[in-house]
């Protein structure tokens, strides 16, 4: 096993200290510099936290019964990449402010009373009235958790290859701020493009957005992108995915939620996978694609974009796992959301034709 330096802080003692650290089946070990084992975590109990540099990773140990609050930071991206891909990492609020204990102490009572309405009303009916309850947080949290398994389902233990060419990536970061200053969202977005060919985007809750870099190619413009982008946003604003995740997730789900505690990764890895493989309802793709037009309306783009991208430019490969599988082209949809563009003027236009140009070549690396 190759291990690498990283600094630690055993949470006991306020002193820095340099190790080593490697992967081991077990767990993460931690050496000091003259080889000694210092502790060992389990990837069970491993937690993201503020504060890594670059592309590093800062982690901590939540170990039961422990008040310890030890800290580990791993500059070296290869090995934080593989650790993010092992533990079920989820943002810890650094042992919890008074105002986010008292927040999970409304959110149990919260989850209890809607454990009592399951009994009655039974799962599907619930989640759209649990979602609204649930601390943006706790949302993060479970969309820090549901991350990795989806980097997984599309890149294997390495994780997907998400595209960082700096152009592109400046391109989108300025469409992304720019909607996001009208979407007034309960939490920031973070939206990657990942270098697969399929024709898709999909968002997960804690308002990570995925683009996948087909849809770019396929795209006649930048309008259709950021369409695609607004609607996206949308199922963000809404908390669509958390409402699936809910009620795909099931109970275990539920009372993970409760404790705020998502390392019980089947409930997860289910939930993820329910996302990938399933439609939200007509309701919800409506609401999304009014919303979309809304933000391009007032943060740039043409709304005929997302019009016309359910016409010929979604259309993927048949069977494909494609973005129009789970948005099914419909005239009606098309016609809705003219009707919603109707009489108000395109501002700007979505991204400059540089821009453009410079995310459709967000994949092209040379390194
Ligand atoms: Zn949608």
Same mark, same amino acid.
């Given at each position: 096993?190759?291990?690498?330096?990283?600094?630690?802080?055993?949470?006991?003692?306020?002193?820095?200290?340099?190790?080593?650290?490697?992967?081991?089946?077990?767990?993460?070990?931690?050496?000091?510099?003259?080889?000694?084992?210092?502790?060992?975590?389990?990837?069970?109990? @491993?937690?993201?936290?503020?504060?890594?540099?670059?592309?590093?990773?800062?982690?901590?140990?939540?170990?039961?019964?422990?008040?310890?609050?030890?800290?580990?930071?791993?500059?070296? $991206?290869?090995?934080?990449?593989?650790?993010? #891909?092992?533990?079920?990492?989820?943002?810890?609020?650094? $042992? %919890?402010?008074?105002?986010?204990?008292?927040?999970?102490?409304?959110?149990?009572?919260?989850?209890?009373?809607?454990?009592?309405?399951?009994?009655?009303?039974?799962?599907? $009916?619930?989640?759209?009235?649990?979602?609204?309850?649930?601390?943006?947080?706790?949302?993060?949290?479970?969309?820090?958790?549901?991350?990795?398994?989806?980097?997984?389902?599309? /890149?294997?233990?390495?994780?997907?290859?998400?595209?960082?060419?700096?152009?592109?990536?400046?391109?989108?970061?300025?469409?992304?701020?720019?909607?996001?200053?009208?979407?007034?969202?309960?939490?920031?977005?973070?939206?990657?493009?990942?270098?697969?060919?399929?024709?898709?985007?999909?968002?997960?809750?804690?308002?990570? &957005?995925?683009?996948?870099?087909?849809? &770019?190619?396929?795209?006649?413009?930048?309008?259709?992108? $950021?369409?695609?982008?607004? =609607?996206?946003?949308? =199922?963000?604003?809404?908390?669509?995915?958390?409402?699936?995740?809910?009620?795909? /997730?099931?109970? /275990?789900?539920?009372?993970?939620?409760?404790?705020?505690?998502?390392?019980?990764?089947?409930?997860?890895?289910?939930? +993820?996978? #329910?996302?990938? +493989?399933?439609?939200?309802?007509?309701?919800?793709?409506?609401?999304?694609?009014?919303?979309?037009?809304?933000?391009?309306?007032?943060?740039? %783009?043409?709304?005929?974009?997302?019009?016309?991208?359910? %016409?010929?430019?979604?259309?993927?490969?048949?069977?494909?796992?494609?973005?129009?599988?789970?948005?099914?082209?419909?005239?009606?949809?098309?016609?809705? @959301?003219?009707?919603?563009?109707?009489?108000?003027?395109?501002?700007?236009? #979505?991204?400059?034709?540089?821009?453009?140009?410079?995310?459709?070549? @967000?994949?092209?690396?040379?390194?």
């Amino acid at each position: 096993m190759p291990s690498v330096r990283a600094t630690y802080y055993d949470g006991i003692v306020s002193r820095r200290r340099d190790v080593e650290v490697s992967l081991h089946p077990q767990g993460l070990a931690i050496f000091s510099v003259e080889g000694m084992l210092v502790t060992t975590w389990p990837y069970a109990e @491993i937690r993201r936290i503020e504060g890594a540099r670059g592309p590093g990773l800062a982690v901590t140990r939540v170990e039961p019964g422990s008040t310890a609050e030890p800290r580990l930071e791993i500059e070296d $991206a290869g090995v934080a990449a593989d650790l993010a #891909a092992r533990a079920p990492l989820t943002l810890t609020g650094a $042992a %919890g402010t008074r105002k986010e204990r008292r927040s999970v102490v409304v959110w149990a009572i919260a989850a209890v009373v809607s454990l009592l309405a399951l009994a009655y009303w039974g799962l599907p $009916a619930i989640a759209g009235r649990i979602a609204p309850l649930v601390p943006a947080g706790v949302e993060a949290r479970l969309g820090a958790a549901m991350d990795p398994q989806i980097r997984a389902e599309f /890149g294997g233990p390495a994780g997907m290859k998400t595209c960082t060419a700096p152009a592109g990536v400046a391109a989108l970061a300025e469409l992304v701020a720019r909607y996001e200053r009208h979407a007034d969202l309960h939490l920031p977005l973070r939206v990657v493009v990942v270098d697969n060919p399929m024709v898709n985007a999909f968002a997960l809750p804690g308002g990570y &957005i995925y683009i996948m870099r087909g849809l &770019i190619q396929k795209a006649r413009g930048p309008d259709e992108v $950021a369409g695609v982008l607004g =609607h996206e946003i949308g =199922h963000v604003k809404f908390r669509h995915g958390l409402q699936s995740a809910i009620q795909s /997730g099931g109970l /275990g789900f539920l009372l993970g939620t409760v404790f705020g505690d998502f390392a019980g990764g089947t409930a997860i890895l289910l939930a +993820s996978r #329910a996302l990938l +493989s399933s439609a939200f309802s007509r309701d919800a793709e409506r609401q999304a694609d009014a919303f979309g037009v809304d933000l391009m309306l007032k943060g740039g %783009g043409n709304p005929e974009g997302l019009a016309g991208f359910f %016409g010929t430019a979604g259309g993927g490969p048949p069977g494909a796992l494609n973005w129009l599988t789970s948005h099914p082209a419909s005239a009606e949809r098309e016609a809705a @959301i003219r009707r919603l563009a109707q009489n108000r003027p395109v501002l700007a236009p #979505a991204l400059t034709p540089a821009q453009w140009q410079a995310l459709r070549d @967000i994949c092209q690396t040379t390194g």
